[in-house]
């Protein structure tokens, strides 16, 4: 693929730096050290997650992201952390593992970012054990009408600086569209523009028994 020259020198560190503040390594706090098994990240970027896993309860890790540039900066983290994780370079509309192969899929602020999140959700179905949990954490579409409507008027602009991102995305309703049971938390993350920084956060599952 040919990139230019934004995508290639400025966005990477542009979103390392944007998906490093210190209200959302707080987020991730909460739900990385949960992750247990065989673990597949789903869009890992720059890997901001890796420091969070705890090694005891990690079997393998699959890191899934479409960008090499992100994918190499993750590297460094995982090196340093001492994580033998295994970097695919692929797309979440099509992830190239086999069907009910993993216990945990992580994904944080990146259902704003793939361009097809419900093709997406039904392949992290697909690869999902039956009792296997999705931990997530993701900023979305307010729930206060001013707000939302700067979202909306900054979203055109916004998603073409930031890799294709988006501000507006219902979070919850795309996971149960897809018939995930959700538990999950909301709220404006401190220190962070309202049109930003509304978190949803928690766990998704294929079916409330177990
Ligand atoms: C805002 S970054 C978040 C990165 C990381 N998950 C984090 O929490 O810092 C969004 C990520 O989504 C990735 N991405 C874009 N399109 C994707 C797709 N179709 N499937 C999977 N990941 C995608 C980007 O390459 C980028 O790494």
Redesign the pocket.
Known sequence: MIKNFYEKNILPPL??C???TKPITYQ?KKIIPEANGDIL??????G??IPFYDKNKVSKIIA????ED?NAMAKIKAKANDLNIHFLT????DIQIPDSSIDTIV????L?????PEK?LSEIKRVLKTNGKILFSEHGLAPDDKVVNWQNKINPIWSKV????NLNRDIPSLFKAEGFVLTYEQMYLPSTPKFVGFNTWGEAKISSHD
């Open positions: 979103l390392n944007c998906c490093g991730r990240e789903i869009g890992v970027g720059s901001l997650n899934l992201d479409p960008s992100l692929g797309i979440a509309e994904i944080t602020y990146t704003c970012t793939i361009p097809e997406a930031f890799g294709g991102c």
